[in-house]
């Protein structure tokens, strides 16, 4: 036998190709009120990076739990016409202005309101954190409590088809690495995936990267945040100019093959936790930290991981296509 077609015409070996990626498999976005109090200023920020995922938190300085479903119709149609996709939502649950005893018919009644708000947006993902201990409980009740409503509300997230997503901000499972481990292990719910905050170790003590390493496996969504000091005198700068460990924090996402979301939330102008939002009439740095982002993947990060390259909106992984196997080729080396 050989290896020609019909009519003595040679096969052709089948190539060895890499597909060009059309879509990013790590998106870039950010947090909308990091950059403008409006819709429109926020949708402006991502245009001139290039971007089209935006977190919501507050529009026109009004958290998305408290717009009306009007009003969130009005947001999704104009995000869609800009071809901007929502990549999640974020409550007021358990945050900084929280306490650990206050009332859980509350926020039960905002994660209701932030789910139908959710389905309107597109997205499935709505923001938590485990409850700061205002009233100074003994860290054995905290831990009790905090536990119990996040097992709560992973519960309510997996029933609704949602996800709750536990920042390592304020609260319990986000004061240290060993809390936030033992959150998961806990709670064990797939209605409960961790937000990674890059920069939230900074201010809270611990290493952010090495949280990262250790709870890799329940991360689902990124914030992309650096900061210097620590504690009361944390000052976030610029991605890259801090002592976060963002780029390695990153080389770790790409080398394990992540896939996801990578959220800024610079911190510049706007902090909620200090009551500082960026008010539209000075630069809130939100631009100038995405370009900072970039620059940071392209010089520290794409070096070191093979496979990845930078896409309109993100990164693209390039897995080369499995070679086939050359039947013709086959026939061949078989045929003495």
């Known amino acids: 036998m050989s290896a020609l077609r019909k009519g003595g015409r040679p096969r052709r070996r089948r190539a060895n190709r890499t597909p060009v990626a059309r879509r990013p498999a790590i998106r870039f976005g950010g947090i909308g009120d990091e950059a403008a109090p409006d819709l429109a200023g926020q949708i402006d920020a991502l245009e001139q990076l290039g971007w089209n995922e935006l977190e919501l938190r507050t529009v026109d300085g009004v958290w998305v739990a408290e717009l009306t479903h009007p009003q969130v119709k009005a947001v999704a ?18 945050n900084w202005a929280s306490d650990i005893t206050g009332d859980l018919r509350a926020d039960d009644i905002e994660l209701g309101r932030l789910s139908s708000r959710a389905e309107l947006l597109g997205t499935n993902r709505i923001r938590i954190m485990s409850y700061p201990n205002g009233t100074g409980l003994p860290e054995a009740e905290w831990r009790r409590l905090a536990v119990e409503r996040m097992r709560y509300f992973a519960i309510g997230a997996q029933r609704g088809n949602q996800v709750a997503l536990h920042e390592n901000c304020a609260g319990w499972g986000g004061s240290s690495i060993e809390n936030t481990l033992d959150l998961m292990a806990s709670v064990d719910n797939s209605g409960l995936r961790l937000l990674h905050d890059t920069g939230n170790g900074i201010a809270y003590g611990y290493d952010g990267f090495e949280l990262l390493r ?18 009361e005198h944390t000052r976030y700068v610029l991605p890259g ?32 936790h200090e009551g500082l939002a960026a008010d539209g009439r000075t630069e809130s740095g939100f631009v100038a930290a995405g370009r900072a982002l970039t620059a940071l993947v392209e010089r520290e990060v794409l070096p070191h991981s093979p496979g990845w390259r930078l896409v309109p909106g993100g990164l693209a992984w390039e897995a080369p296509v499995p070679r086939q196997p050359d039947r013709a080729a086959e026939v061949t080396s078989g045929a003495h």
């Open 214 to 231: 250790r709870s890799f496996a329940h991360v689902d969504h990124v914030h992309i945040k650096d900061a210097v000091g620590g504690g």
């Open 241 to 272: 100019e801090g002592a976060a460990r963002l780029a390695e924090s990153l080389r770790l996402l790409t080398a394990r093959g992540w896939r996801g979301s990578w959220s800024l939330e610079p911190h510049l102008a706007t902090r909620p």
């Open 77 to 94: 149609t104009t995000l869609k016409r800009h071809g901007i996709r929502v990549s999640g939502l974020a409550s007021r649950v358990g």
